[in-house]
């Protein structure tokens, strides 16, 4: 990757490369707890949720406040979504457009929202579509 200009009220230049390391290292050792928490403040609880797969977002609350998740998919997927909100945050800055990225149709999956993918694709297939779909939306 490289560095990009996202222009808004003042040119923001951000080191992708930097912050891509940074997003993959935070989300690897974090907590689904640590995790849990920064996604409900950053995209909130119904977003979390439906990436996730979940039906409600009482599942994710009941994460934040340190309950673990019941099976390895959930905290995959918990984890991704944590690593695409850093990196998408961390080159943009607000978090509104993680969301956006996030519930948007995407060209890059087939005109399919993220978000979808996340919550119905198993997360090892999940990751490198979404990865892949990040990496685009960034790198433009």
Known sequence: MSTVVHSSRDAVVRDVDAIWARAYKRSTVASAQEAACELLESVGPRVTAAAVGLREARTVRSWAAG???????????????????????????????????????????????????????????AEKRLLGALRAFLAD
Do not use: K, N
């Not at 673990?68 to 800055?93: K, M, N, S």
């Open 67 to 125: 309950r673990a998740p019941r099976d390895q998919a959930e905290a995959a997927r918990l984890r991704l979504l944590h690593r695409i909100a850093l990196a998408i945050t961390g080159v943009y800055g607000r978090p509104e457009v993680t969301t956006a990225f996030l519930t948007s149709a995407s060209p890059a999956l087939e005109d399919c929202a993220p978000l979808e993918v996340l919550a119905d694709t198993p997360p090892a297939q």
